[in-house]
Structure formats: structure tokens, C-alpha cells
């Protein structure tokens, strides 16, 4: 069966996910009896082009459209998703903290056309998780988002799968790969605006880096691992944020020196319900000295969770985690796992789409 | 629907099961509509036990087996299957590494009854694995093993429902604990007696050691993961195997002085076919030099795996793991990925029969 794929997005994600369609086209055919044409494709710069024939893949990565002037006549989401017609449709747009949006209305749009929805964008997961969730099961659709956090690596896809039944007490990780960078380069001896530059100049960094630097892209996954995993609809205000502007590199050495690594951690864990007030003279008693004055403490009735700079001792796994590897270790009531991912480009990000795309339309368990 | 439970194997982990099974009973019912009944048990204590109304599992638990007179009755283990019916069907008996018996049978018998089937029994899939899998299809059966490698942490489970059409090219990893703890004591100054002996008790070793020393465990487990991520139908006898006996107290001091820390590292990566005289270099040049003498190198035609004391940097992840912690990282061509399952008790094995009893009945994937 040929399944046709729609596809908001097309930066660095959107692209490599068209690429590794292409490259692992007949592994989908063999192992999957999986075959796809790209119908649809949507950007800032091309605008909303769709054939229900297939687009050429091939002139789409190398930068050329020769469709478009005919097949640019969809002026919005519906419109287009009429046209494309996806069994499947793909949302990799940028980030939108405050409210997910537009990519809320893509992926609601895409399921009301009856086409599975799989997110690489974290905002739907954070601000409309359940509303998306519900819309999915009464279209007896799949609303897929591995790669959300921790790129293709097994997180969303394994709990329910790989780990029924268990007990999540909570998780700690490191989620952040642009703070990993730069503390790491702190450590060396540069200033925080160095170790940022730095950062940005292998292509870690964004231009603008302070949804790192402030903690609000790692704040983004634990709510959603919490939103999903612990079934808490947590708000982004009700998580704990410190960043890592307010530590000296004389601290980050200092730490170094004896042993310790700064890190951003991620945690979250269940507390008693209504455990309000103790919950947050612990969180202030626990951050660290140079940013208590800045510190925002949001906790929910039964869970606390934060992003914080900590002090690691080096035996502890998570602090030699180096550049742009993340791990998450969960907290369960039948033993403790890791994950790790290890240095993952651009292409374990287009691998978290692509698995999503096979679990969505294997209709049996992939076994 | 009420499923039809039979175990063969009542030793740590079959009871543990049973604890496991009794403790989860709301979780299983409300979360994922499943009743169980214990309509078999066997062991070599209690016999051949069976009663299709459900067996007493809390006397059972005790040590009492007040039906045993009158359900005692079945004299091998189709007579038992017979009488106790199961939908499922667990192995946990203890592991024969020549040839994987009796478990085989008694998987094949289970399977030909019409049961599903579930190992935490090692041997049958180093001896028999492409033979029970092709059974069990041919049944419309499960035949599943998560808990035989690295007890109830996802891989067998993970690597086909969470890495679908993924390029799996090697692993590496610590997968025995005895040793680890071994190990690490020798570091703290211990011979290597002395080290077991401190070992066995604290519970991880056995009375004989010799299979976990001379990498025979480790051994099992890296075939069972070769034949059945990697789908080569590996020999025991075709993976390099080296013990830990050959590496003497001072070396391993030596090694820790020198930032660098002993451990049995596990090892499987595909090389070129035919590659056989290169590989035997390698894995010789690379033997620690205190056990180059016994070394015992064994290739497959593309593939190359070992067992083996290897020197790692305090840097490495795995050089970090005490205990009964155990760790294996996955190569492919999208990510690295690092599983880690933290100081696992038996619970932890009990929980990978329970993970694999919720699959085996759940008809759709579980999401």
C-alpha cells in the first residue's frame, strides 16, 4: 500500500526526514511492505504545495520546486490538506513556547482529514496533549511524537509498549544539549558569552540562545514526559526553572576542581498531594548559591518537578555526558533504567518521524 | 477474561512471579482488563502441580501446597499441560547451557498445546530460538523472553516496536554481575577468592561461580542478543571467551592507579564477510595480556563478538557500573543508545515475565 504523506516543515528536520524516507525507501518496502509518495509540503519559503500524483523529493532537497507554480493554489491548512490528501500528515515547524500554536491547528486539522498526526514539535504536547490524544482515538487515528524529546531515541513509543504495568515514580535527566555545551566549555575557561559563541559556531546554538541558556527547552520536555508519562497535565509555570546565566565560570571551575560537574538537570517526581509548602522551601534550600536570587519555584499539588543547574560528583553517569548526548534515567518501582542517546545529529530527530510513520500505519505490533 | 496461568521453575524468580502477579492484580485488571488464575505450577520440590479452578497461590507462597495430594497427579509435562490448560505458559527453570534442556521441551509442548510461551530461560534461545519462533507463528502464539537479558529492561520488546527499520551494527556492553562485583572488590584489594567469596554473600554469586567467572553467562547473552536483534544464528562455541580468572589482584590495581578500571565486556559488531584472519588478529593483539595465553577466539563469517576483561577509561560509561547494574549500548545508523538498568533485584527479572504475560494477551500493540 502506498501511503501518502504530508509534511509542515521543511528546515533542517523536515529535510533530513524526506532524506531518510529516500534512503531507507526499500527497508520499507521489504521488512514493512511500507511504500509512500510525499503529496504534500509546506514552508514559510514554499508556501502550501501539494499534488496528490507525488512531488519530486529529489528537486525538493536540491533547493528547486519545479511544481510549485502549478500546484501552489492552497492558501492555508485545509485547503491544503484537501488537495494532499495525507494518510499521514508530519508537523516539524519551530517551537512556539507560549501557546503551540499554529502547529495545535495543523495537527487538529490534519486528524479531522482522517490522516494519522505525528509531531516533531513540542508545543502541541504541552498545551493541547489530551484535546489531541482524544481527537486521535475518536478518528481512530495515531497521535505519534517520539521525537519531541530526546530525538528517535525509545521514550514515548517504549513506556507503554516496553515497560506496562510499571510504577513511574519520577525521572532526572539532562535534556539540553546548547547548556551541556556551554558549561562544558566553562569548565575550560571560557566566559558564558565564549562558551555560547562556541556553541554556535558548531551548530549547536541557535542565533538567539536564550530558550536554552533560561532553561525553557528543557522546562518543554519535562512537562512533557510529565503531561504524558505520569498522566500530571502539568503548566510550564508550574515547573521549577533556574537557568545557568547566574553562574560564574569561577563557580563551574570550582566545581571541577573538586570533583563536581554543573549540569542543567531535569527532574520530576510524585510527592504526597498538597505537600505545597515543604516542597518549595526544599527547592530553594537546594539551589545553588549564584542564582537563588533569580530562582522561580512553581510546584503542582503531588509533583514537583524542575530545571536546575546542579553540582554532580563525576560518579554519577549523567556528568559525563558530553555535547549534545542527553539521558534520562527513570525512577520505577520495579527497578531504576537509563536511556542515553549518544551524540545524535539531525537524523535521530528525522528517525524519531520515521519510526512514528511505521508505528502508525503497522496496524499489528511490531514484533 | 481470566487467562490460565502455568510456571515450571519455583525457585527465587518463579515465587518472585507470583508476588509480582499477586501485587499488580488491580493494576492488571483496570489498566489493562486482564484476571489470572495459577492453574500449574512445577518445580523439582514440589512436583508436577495442577487444578484448571486455581491454585492456592498464597499457601504456595508460604511453602504450603495443600492440594498437592490431591492435583499431583500428572507424571511429565504434557500430562501437566493437559491437566492444567494454560493460555500461558511460563519457563523459568534453570539454565543448561549445552543444550538448552529441558526447557526446550517444554516450551515446544506449551506452544503445541496452544498456550503462549514465555522464557526467562536463557538456553532455549541460543539452542532453539528460529525453531520455537517459527512454532509459535505457526500457532498464532507468542513466544517471548525479555527477562532473559538484563531481566525485565526492554530490549528484546524495545528494539522492534521502538527502533523499527533501524541498521543494527553492534553492541557492547557489561551484561554479569559477579564479575562486576568481582572486580571491583579485586580494585579494593581482594584476591580473587576472596572476592567471590564476598560475593556469594551478598547474594550475587553462586555456590559455583565457574560460569559467570569464565564468561560463560556473559557469553549465552551476548548469543541470545546476536540471534535475535542481529538475526545470525550464532554458536556459543563461535564467540571469543575469555574469563576473568587469568587477571591477577595487582594488574587490577595497576589499572585503577592508572585511571582505568577492569571489567567483562561484552562485545558483537558485524565485520565483512569472510573476514576471519584479520579478526582473529585483532581480538589476539587486544586480549589482556595476563590471559593472552588461554584466549579462545571463535568468528562467524560477518560477525564478531567476544567476551572479555577489557581496560576502560573512568570516562566510559560502562567503566562506572557497580553492582548487579548492567549496561549495553546499541550502534546503529541513526544514533548510539545506551540502556542502563540500575541495581536490579529479582523483582526486576519477575517484572520482564510479568512485562511479557501483558504483550503476549493484549491483542493490539500496547499504546
Not at 562544558?184 to 541557535?206: N, R, S, Y
Request: glycine share 8%.
Amino acid at each position: 500500500m502506498t501511503h501518502k504523506l504530508a509534511l509542515i516543515g521543511f528546515g533542517n528536520v523536515g529535510k533530513e526526514f524526506v532524506r531518510l524516507l529516500r534512503a531507507k525507501e526499500a527497508r520499507l518496502r521489504e521488512d514493512y511492505g511500507i511504500e509512500w509518495k510525499l503529496t504534500g509540503i509546506a514552508s514559510r519559503r514554499v508556501g502550501w504545495i501539494a499534488n496528490p500524483n507525488g512531488l519530486d523529493t529529489e528537486a525538493l532537497l536540491a533547493g528547486r520546486c519545479p511544481e510549485c507554480p502549478a500546484w501552489a493554489a492552497p492558501k492555508n491548512v485545509r485547503e491544503w490538506l484537501e488537495e494532499a490528501d495525507p494518510d499521514v500528515f508530519f508537523e516539524a515547524t519551530s517551537l512556539d513556547r507560549s501557546a503551540g500554536q499554529p502547529a495545535i491547528d495543523h495537527l487538529k486539522a490534519a486528524l479531522e482529514s482522517g490522516a494519522h498526526a505525528i509531531s516533531a514539535n513540542k508545543g502541541p504536547i504541552v498545551h493541547a496533549y489530551r484535546e489531541l490524544r482524544d481527537l486521535a482515538r475518536a478518528k481512530g487515528r495515531k497521535f505519534l511524537f517520539e521525537s519531541t524529546v530526546m530525538d528517535g531515541t525509545p521514550i514515548f513509543s517504549m513506556v507503554p509498549h516496553s515497560l506496562p504495568a510499571v510504577e513511574l515514580r519520577g525521572f532526572r535527566g539532562i535534556l539540553n544539549s546548547t547548556t551541556n555545551v556551554v558549561l562544558t566549555e566553562m569548565e575550560k575557561g571560557l566566559t558564558l558569552d565564549e562558551a555560547v559563541k562556541k556553541a554556535q559556531e558548531i551548530g549547536v546554538a541557535e542565533t538567539d540562545p536564550s530558550d536554552d541558556l533560561d532553561g525553557w527547552d528543557a522546562a518543554v520536555k519535562v512537562a512533557a514526559l510529565v503531561i504524558v508519562l505520569m498522566d500530571v497535565p502539568i503548566k510550564l509555570e508550574e515547573i521549577e526553572r533556574v537557568g545557568i546565566r547566574g553562574i560564574s565560570p569561577e563557580e563551574v571551575r570550582a566545581a571541577r576542581a573538586a570533583g563536581m560537574r554543573y549540569k542543567l538537570v531535569c527532574r520530576a517526581e510524585r510527592t504526597p498531594n498538597g505537600d505545597h509548602a515543604e516542597v518549595r522551601a526544599d527547592a530553594r534550600a537546594e539551589a545553588p548559591a549564584g542564582v537563588r536570587a533569580g530562582v522561580r519555584v512553581g510546584v503542582r499539588a503531588g509533583l514537583r518537578a524542575s530545571v536546575r543547574p546542579e553540582q554532580l560528583p563525576l560518579s554519577d553517569p549523567l556528568a559525563l555526558l558530553e555535547g549534545t548526548t542527553s539521558a534520562l534515567r527513570f525512577d520505577m518501582d520495579v527497578f531504576g533504567l537509563s536511556i542515553i542517546e549518544h551524540k545524535p545529529g539531525v537524523i535521530a530527530t528525522a528517525y524519531g518521524l520515521l519510526a512514528d510513520f511505521i508505528r502508525a500505519v503497522s496496524g499489528a505490533p511490531i514484533s
